[in-house]
Each structure stands twice: as structure tokens, then as C-alpha cells.
């Protein structure tokens, strides 16, 4: 059997490696600046060029991101996110709707099973959100509840690997649920589905929790044939 060689890492990989799992033990959140230069050069101690080259890199891979007059800053908690963000992006509506249901019955689950009081809580204020947003009539800002709304449950599973996932395809769910929205048209009984969502959680009924979601997405799947077939 040929043995393969070892691969030895150049000191700009071992440097942005070493970045990156700061990121992921949480040294930095996104939206957080890196330390000043002269900071993670002793950090690493490593010359500005390689510090440079590996922030680079990780800003290649999407991780980091630079802007003129404010630095360099955590973009995401990792590039499997990144990657992931990028493979959904590029999915089609109907794989986002079975990406969400797959996501959102296994939180729902998981949810019943694990909630808090404070999760409760939080559960029910994203929920009163949704309600006041329905009667309101604007599409956009019943978008925005309703993903705060469904976040809330996922970050009741308290898996943080669930809640980065979920994190990392947001801006895809929120284009589907604006293109259901579309066809809809009145959002009035799209909160009667949360309600139903929440007190599932609130009795920690987990079969009844992922019932729920997979009625509301059985929903948005009929409005998203009616818009395909229209």
C-alpha cells in the first residue's frame, strides 16, 4: 500500500486555523472587530504579512470580512456555514420548504422536550409579535416575526449547532416565506398555525409540536404549487 505524504501547514494556515477556532469557541462573535494588528501579531506571533495573508484567507472563505474605516470583522461562525449558506442560496424554493420542514420539526421536537420558562417566554412574545404583524397587513414585517418567531423555538433545543445552522439560512427563508406570502395574500391565520405551535411547546408535547409544523408547512407547499402552477 503507497503511503501518502503528510502534508505539513505553512504558518499562514496554522494562523488562520487557529483564528478560526477562536471564532468557533466564541473569542469573538459575528458582527464583533478583530483585535488591533499588533494584538494578534504577539497573539500568534507571527510577522504583519502573515497575519494579513491568513485574514485573507478567511475572508476568501467567507468568514471574515474587511471594510475601510472600521476593520476586520467576524462575519460568520464558520466556513461550514458559509458553505451551507451557499448551497441554500442557490436551492430552489421547494428544496428550502424541506430543508425548513426537516429543520423545523426536529426543533419543534426538541423544543417540547427541552424548553425553559424563559424559552417559553421569549416563544410567546415572538408569537404576540406575529399576531399584531398579521393585523397590520405588511407582508415584510410579518417576514421578520415570523423567522424571530421560529428562531425562538430553534434556540429552545439549546443544540448550538442547530441554532448556527438555522442562523445560516435565514436570508433564504425569508425569501421563501416572502414568495408564499405573495400568493397568499391575508396573513390572518398564519399566526392561528404559531398558536398552535406554541402550546404544543408550552405542554411539551413533542409529537403534537412537530404536527404542528408539518401542517404549516403542508400550507406553504399548496401555495408554492399554486405559484409554480400559476
Known amino acids: 500500500m503507497m503511503i501518502k505524504k503528510i502534508k505539513r501547514l505553512t504558518l499562514v494556515e496554522q494562523v488562520a486555523i487557529q483564528i478560526e477556532d477562536l471564532i468557533e469557541a466564541g473569542q469573538w462573535e459575528v458582527g464583533s472587530k478583530l483585535p488591533a494588528e499588533p494584538e494578534l501579531m504577539e497573539k500568534f506571533d507571527v510577522s504583519r504579512n502573515t497575519l494579513r495573508e491568513a485574514i ?3 475572508v476568501h472563505a467567507g468568514l471574515l470580512e474587511t471594510r475601510q474605516g472600521i476593520g476586520t470583522t467576524v462575519k460568520s461562525l464558520s ?25 423545523e420539526k426536529e426543533a419543534a421536537q426538541l423544543a417540547a422536550e427541552r424548553r425553559s420558562n424563559e424559552d417559553l417566554k421569549l416563544i410567546d412574545e415572538c408569537l404576540e409579535k406575529c399576531k399584531e404583524a398579521a393585523k397590520g397587513k405588511e407582508p415584510q414585517h410579518f417576514i421578520d416575526m415570523d423567522i424571530a418567531f421560529h428562531k425562538s423555538i430553534v434556540k429552545a433545543t439549546h443544540n448550538e449547532m442547530f441554532i448556527e445552522l438555522y442562523d445560516h439560512i435565514t436570508d433564504s427563508l425569508q425569501h421563501s416565506v416572502h414568495e408564499i406570502m405573495r400568493v397568499r395574500g391575508p396573513l390572518t391565520d398564519e399566526y392561528e398555525v404559531h398558536t398552535d405551535l406554541y402550546q404544543a411547546i408550552r405542554l411539551k408535547d413533542a409529537q403534537l409540536a412537530m404536527e404542528s409544523v408539518k401542517t404549516y408547512m403542508e400550507k406553504a407547499k399548496d401555495s408554492l404549487y399554486t405559484m ?3
Open 56 to 58: 485573507r484567507a478567511l
Open 79 to 103: 466556513t461550514l456555514g458559509i458553505a451551507l449558506e451557499r448551497k441554500v442560496q442557490k436551492s430552489d424554493l421547494m428544496e428550502t420548504l424541506e430543508v425548513r420542514l426537516a429543520l
Open 228 to 230: 409554480m402552477e400559476g
